[in-house]
């Protein structure tokens, strides 16, 4: 009996990964079918379904809801897009660092520490920034308007860093960390014109006020 | 649509399951190819009511578990159907193409 109830609380921390409206619904009935599943006497969740749970997990968390219009699904899917390119610019940057600092130094010494500024604001900000977009992308699938208006100040600071970048010669020395700050410069404008489109509007409601 | 979600609603097509259930006959309606777990039966199952394909048809508590009985709804049967039609009309097309329609294990 021990054994069971073992396997069942390791099974439950994993169901925890899910969102709480799901757990809501499903989880008895969830952990019911994974203790159905079980073998006589297993003890440890297999690493199989322990893959599958928390992939269904994602899977949830990251589901456009059904009802968003065409113009926020695509502005989320957009957004999904800024992660990945915001975590792969982030992967260039810190990989191409001892070139650019190679190059600079032999061409333009006088902007390696601008540019080493920048290098290491990104490095420490990006990480930040794709769990912003994951965060954007899960509050607007939910119609909450401070998301919506919370894309504006991101768009305002992506756009300076891409202006800055170009000041200090990042089109000579640091290409790769200029593609993906103007990849992510495009996908932000795309999904701001998607979110303020006016067949967005009416999915919007603004934000439920505190404390009631 | 994904296999997954054919297979689950094939599981459904002539009765009513529940969630286990549904597992063993997605196992047994792809002759043992496809072995689904419960956290893609359930992101898959969830998908499907919120699109109007599967609903809840009943709920029993057995060994002090709940069990949730789906079943599929009208447009879900329609959506299964229809899918079914298409992969079978392109059976057939590949079938023929290839010269082996009719003489299947002859």
Known sequence: ????????????????????????????????????????????????????????????????????????????????????????????????????????????????????????????????????????????????????????????????????MLGIGAAVYAPADLISLALLWLVQISAIVLLFNSRSAHYYRPAEASGS | MQETTFLILTALADTSQHGYAIMTAVQEISDGRVRMRAGTLYAALDRLREDGLVAVDREEIVDNRLRRYYVLTPAGTKQLAAEATRLHANAIAALSRLKLAGGMGT
Do not use: C, K
């Open chain 1, 1 to 164: 009996m021990t054994d069971s109830a073992d396997l069942e609380r390791r099974y439950s921390r994993l169901v925890a990964w899910y969102p709480a409206a799901f757990r809501r619904e499903h989880e008895a009935e969830m952990l019911g079918v994974l203790m159905d599943s079980a073998r006589d006497r297993q003890q440890r969740v297999g690493l199989a379904d322990a893959a599958d749970l928390i992939r269904g997990a994602l899977t949830l968390r990251l589901r456009i809801p059904a009802q968003a219009p065409g113009t926020v699904a695509a502005a989320i899917r957009l957004m999904y897009v800024g992660a990945a390119v915001a975590l792969a610019g982030w992967i260039s940057t810190v990989v191409t660092e001892r070139g650019v600092r190679s190059a600079m130094l032999r061409s333009a010494p006088a902007r390696w520490h601008l540019m080493l500024v920048h290098i290491t604001a990104v490095e420490v900000v990006v990480p930040v920034t794709v769990v912003g977009w994951l965060w954007l992308a899960w509050a607007n699938g939910r119609g909450q308007d401070r998301a919506r208006l919370a894309f504006v100040p991101y768009f305002g600071v992506a756009t300076l860093a891409l202006l800055s």
